[in-house]
T-cell receptor
Framework: AQSVAQPEDQVNVAEGNPLTVKCTYS??????LFWYVQYPNRGLQFLLK??????LVKGSYGFEAEFNKSQTSFHLKKPSALVSDSALYFC???????????FGAGTRLTVKP | GAVVSQHPSRVICKSGTSVKIECRSL??????MFWYRQFPKKSLMLMAT?????????EQGVEKDKFLINHASLTLSTLTVTSAHPEDSSFYIC????????????FGQGTRLTVV
């Protein structure tokens, strides 16, 4: 079965600085990769996805992610962090041949003014 | 994006009673719905996957007789926590997808269940 690893429980950045939230995955065949954000006591909001094509995917709120097949990674990035970006971020993977969506453990991003 | 509505957002119940949580896809037909449980400061644990008109597929370790899932239509799935205990207190989240594979899942806002 597919799985996702988010190696950092917590990422702290200063407002205005670039941010990276790391994600690596394991799946048989081609992966479908997703990033979601969760605010306190809320469901998850979709940020972006990689299905095929260009390795750099742009999503909501200025976020982007880069698919790297050789490193089996799908790191989330933003050039300039905002305090309002502070939230819990989840990476998820689905195999091409099933609907089972598996999540990483989540990374709490804190952006300080 | 598509909208998934989960109800109620918060519920408190007594030990031994049952609680039903509804998950509705408002503007699309959900071929598959998922139920997750989230513990404080933890990731989402997939409980079960349900396809419309068929029995849910439960993850290992999830009691199917305790967590009853029904997906009677393409827009509604329900999770019933039967004979609730305080250890069932958690944040439950549903999600729904239309189609297969490459489509993103859309999530409900979650239900905070507290069993007293």
């Amino acid at each position: 079965a597919q799985s996702v690893a988010q190696p950092e429980d917590q990422v702290n950045v200063a407002e205005g600085n670039p941010l990276t939230v790391k994600c690596t995955y394991s799946v048989s065949g081609n992966p479908y990769l997703f990033w979601y954000v969760q605010y306190p006591n809320r469901g998850l909001q979709f940020l972006l996805k990689y299905i095929t094509g260009d390795n750099l995917v742009k999503g909501s709120y200025g976020f982007e992610a880069e698919f790297n097949k050789s490193q089996t990674s799908f790191h989330l990035k933003k050039p300039s962090a905002l305090v309002s970006d502070s939230a819990l971020y989840f990476c998820a993977v689905r195999a091409y041949n099933n609907n089972d969506l598996r999540f990483g453990a989540g990374t709490r991003l804190t952006v300080k003014p | 994006g598509a909208v998934v509505s989960q109800h109620p957002s918060r519920v408190i119940c007594k030990s031994g009673t049952s609680v039903k949580i509804e998950c509705r896809s408002l503007d699309f037909q959900a071929t598959t719905m998922f139920w997750y449980r989230q513990f404080p400061k933890k990731s989402l644990m997939l409980m079960a996957t349900s396809n419309e008109g068929s029995k849910a597929t439960y993850e290992q370790g999830v009691e199917k007789d305790k967590f009853l899932i029904n997906h009677a239509s393409l827009t509604l799935s329900t999770l019933t926590v039967t004979s609730a205990h305080p250890e069932d207190s958690s944040f439950y989240i549903c999600s729904a997808i239309q189609g297969v594979g490459n489509t993103e899942a859309f999530f409900g806002q979650g239900t905070r269940l507290t069993v007293v």
